[in-house]
Protein backbone atom coordinates (compact mmCIF):
# COMPACT_ATOMS: atom_id res chain seq x y z
CA UNK A 1 0.00 0.00 0.00
CA UNK A 2 1.70 3.47 -0.63
CA UNK A 3 1.50 6.81 1.37
CA UNK A 4 -0.17 9.69 -0.35
CA UNK A 5 -0.91 13.28 0.93
CA UNK A 6 -3.16 16.11 -0.78
CA UNK A 7 -1.11 18.50 -3.26
CA UNK A 8 0.67 20.58 -0.67
CA UNK A 9 0.38 19.24 2.38
CA UNK A 10 4.48 19.07 2.35
CA UNK A 11 4.07 22.48 3.88
CA UNK A 12 2.67 21.04 6.83
CA UNK A 13 -0.80 20.47 7.62
CA UNK A 14 -3.58 23.09 8.89
CA UNK A 15 -4.23 26.70 8.10
CA UNK A 16 -1.58 29.40 8.86
CA UNK A 17 -2.32 32.15 11.61
CA UNK A 18 -1.39 35.56 11.49
CA UNK A 19 -1.19 37.40 14.50
CA UNK A 20 -1.53 41.12 13.92
CA UNK A 21 0.09 43.95 16.16
CA UNK A 22 -2.40 44.99 19.31
CA UNK A 23 -1.81 48.65 18.09
CA UNK A 24 0.24 50.05 15.85
CA UNK A 25 3.50 50.09 16.65
CA UNK A 26 3.60 47.72 19.48
CA UNK A 27 6.53 46.11 17.40
CA UNK A 28 9.00 48.78 17.85
CA UNK A 29 8.51 49.56 21.89
CA UNK A 30 10.84 48.44 23.84
CA UNK A 31 10.04 45.86 26.80
CA UNK A 32 9.93 48.44 29.21
CA UNK A 33 7.53 50.66 27.48
CA UNK A 34 4.84 47.68 26.86
CA UNK A 35 5.00 46.46 30.21
CA UNK A 36 4.28 50.09 31.59
CA UNK A 37 1.06 49.78 29.03
CA UNK A 38 0.16 46.68 30.12
CA UNK A 39 -0.78 48.44 33.93
CA UNK A 40 -3.54 50.08 32.15
CA UNK A 41 -4.54 47.40 29.50
CA UNK A 42 -7.93 45.95 29.34
CA UNK A 43 -8.35 41.88 29.66
CA UNK A 44 -9.03 42.41 25.20
CA UNK A 45 -5.79 44.22 25.22
CA UNK A 46 -3.71 41.88 27.19
CA UNK A 47 -4.89 38.85 25.47
CA UNK A 48 -3.85 40.47 21.85
CA UNK A 49 -0.43 41.62 23.75
CA UNK A 50 0.22 37.81 25.15
CA UNK A 51 -0.39 36.12 21.71
CA UNK A 52 1.15 38.79 20.04
CA UNK A 53 4.40 38.68 22.35
CA UNK A 54 4.49 34.95 22.50
CA UNK A 55 4.49 35.03 18.82
CA UNK A 56 7.26 37.12 17.97
CA UNK A 57 9.55 38.57 19.98
CA UNK A 58 8.56 36.14 23.02
CA UNK A 59 10.09 38.58 25.50
CA UNK A 60 10.04 36.74 29.13
CA UNK A 61 9.60 39.87 30.81
CA UNK A 62 6.74 40.94 28.50
CA UNK A 63 5.15 37.97 28.81
CA UNK A 64 5.53 37.67 32.58
CA UNK A 65 4.04 41.29 33.09
CA UNK A 66 1.16 40.17 31.05
CA UNK A 67 0.45 37.36 32.83
CA UNK A 68 0.28 39.17 35.96
CA UNK A 69 -2.29 41.92 34.76
CA UNK A 70 -4.03 38.78 33.67
CA UNK A 71 -4.14 37.38 36.94
CA UNK A 72 -4.92 40.63 38.69
CA UNK A 73 -7.66 41.51 36.62
CA UNK A 74 -8.86 37.38 37.52
CA UNK A 75 -9.05 38.28 41.02
CA UNK A 76 -5.07 37.32 41.86
CA UNK A 77 -5.86 33.71 40.83
CA UNK A 78 -3.53 31.78 40.12
CA UNK A 79 -3.32 30.46 36.16
Do not use: C, F, N
Not at 34 to 50: G, K, P
Amino acid sequence: MAESAEPGAEEGAGAGITVVEPWAGYGRLTAKDVIDRARTASVAELAAMRLYEARHRARQTVLAAVDRQLRLADGGRPA
